[in-house]
T-cell receptor, first 114, second 117 residues
Framework: AQSVTQLDSQVPVFEEAPVELRCNYS??????LFWYVQYPNQGLQLLLK??????LVKGINGFEAEFNKSQTSFHLRKPSVHISDTAEYFC????????????FGTGTRLTVIP | DADVTQTPRNRITKTGKRIMLECSQT?????MYWYRQDPGLGLRLIYY???????NKGEISDGYSVSRQAQAKFSLSLESAIPNQTALYFC????????????????FGSGTQLSVL
């Protein structure tokens, strides 16, 4: 099975500052990786995904993530955050074969401070 | 209208009661899922269905049952609710006809907040 570890449960950051949300995964097989965002009182929506090819993946709202196979990481970054980025962010992993369900991390709450 | 609709949005019930949460989708997706979200635990998969006749247990299926009444409808039942089933429940869908990887993209409903007293 696959698993995801998000080490930071809460990340406060000032507006216009850069941010990195960390994600490490564990799997015995090749995987796909995802970041989802949950705004207050809403369901989750896909931010970006790594399927294959370039290890640097760009998503919506100026976010990007880099797949690092040797470190089994998929950290999410944004060079300059906005108030509207305040939300909970979930990293998720799925095996490329088999039942291929998504396994989610415990989430990181990003709070952007004015 | 939302593509994935969950009803009710909020529900308060008592220990021992039977309760059903409903999910319907207009996306035409074949796969449907039920997750629960608990603070500090993220989302955990309860049940998933790859089509009307294919229903599978997820990580935490004990105490829950599901019914896939049609491709568009997937309901979750708590036969005898208990307080530790208090959580935010999400229904999600995906489209297996999409290319591998892309088909893993989940579309979520807005959630049902369930409180069991």
């Amino acid at each position: 099975a696959q698993s995801v570890t998000q080490l930071d449960s809460q990340v406060p950051v000032f507006e216009e500052a850069p941010v990195e949300l960390r994600c490490n995964y564990s799997s015995s097989v090749s995987v796909y990786l995802f970041w989802y965002v949950q705004y207050p009182n809403q369901g989750l929506q896909l931010l970006l995904k790594y399927l294959s090819g370039s290890t640097l993946v760009k998503g919506i709202n100026g976010f990007e993530a880099e797949f690092n196979k040797s470190q089994t990481s998929f950290h999410l970054r944004k060079p300059s955050v906005h108030i509207s980025d305040t939300a909970e962010y979930f990293c998720a992993v799925s095996a490329r074969t088999g039942a291929n369900n998504l396994f989610f991390g415990t989430g990181t709450r990003l709070t952007v401070i004015p | 209208d939302a593509d994935v609709t969950q009803t009710p949005r909020n529900r308060i019930t008592k220990t021992g009661k039977r309760i059903m949460l409903e999910c319907s989708q207009t996306k035409g997706h074949d796969r449907m899922y039920w997750y629960r979200q608990d603070p500090g635990l993220g989302l955990r998969l309860i049940y998933y269905s790859f089509d009307v006749k294919d229903i599978n247990k997820g990580e935490i299926s004990d105490g829950y049952s599901v019914s896939r009444q049609a491709q568009a409808k997937f309901s979750l039942s708590l036969e005898s609710a208990i307080p530790n089933q208090t959580a935010l429940y999400f229904c999600a869908t995906s489209d297996s006809s999409q290319l591998a990887g892309t088909g893993r993209k989940l579309f979520f409903g807005s959630g049902t907040q369930l409180s069991v007293l």
